[in-house]
């Protein structure tokens, strides 16, 4: 059984101190209030960005291990899904376009 008492310390790449860090990419030092990974706070607001701009539509996932007639299946699936959003995004755009 892990060791509850165990602490993940990281040094701050801006003061130089050693903080507690949860190894998130939203933990800040106890010290300067820096980000401890500047790098990873930068892909997650990216990747949050992105998920944003997308608008939370989740297609089907096709996964390596998947086998061949899955992969066909689900393939036609992402497909349908991909037209469907476009055929939405014609008619937002068709009534936009006659409203102005």
């Known amino acids: 059984m892990a060791d509850k008492n165990l602490v993940s310390t ?8 050693w903080s507690q860090w949860q190894q998130q990419g ?7 209030g820096e980000f401890l990974d500047p790098r990873t ?4 607001q990216q990747q949050a960005a992105t998920e944003h701009l997308r ?3 989740e ?3 096709i ?7 899955v992969w066909f299946f689900k393939t036609i699936v992402r497909g349908g899904q991909l037209l469907f959003i476009a055929i939405l995004g014609f008619i937002v755009w068709l ?3 006659i409203a102005a």
Do not use: M
């Open 10 to 17: 990281k040094k701050c790449p801006s003061c130089q101190q």
């Open 41 to 44: 706070h930068a892909e997650d």
């Open 63 to 69: 996964n390596p291990e998947d086998g061949g007639i």
């Open 55 to 57: 608008g939370g539509i």
């Open 95 to 97: 009534v936009t376009a």
């Open 59 to 61: 297609l089907i996932q």
């Open 26 to 32: 939203a933990d800040r030092c106890e010290h300067c």
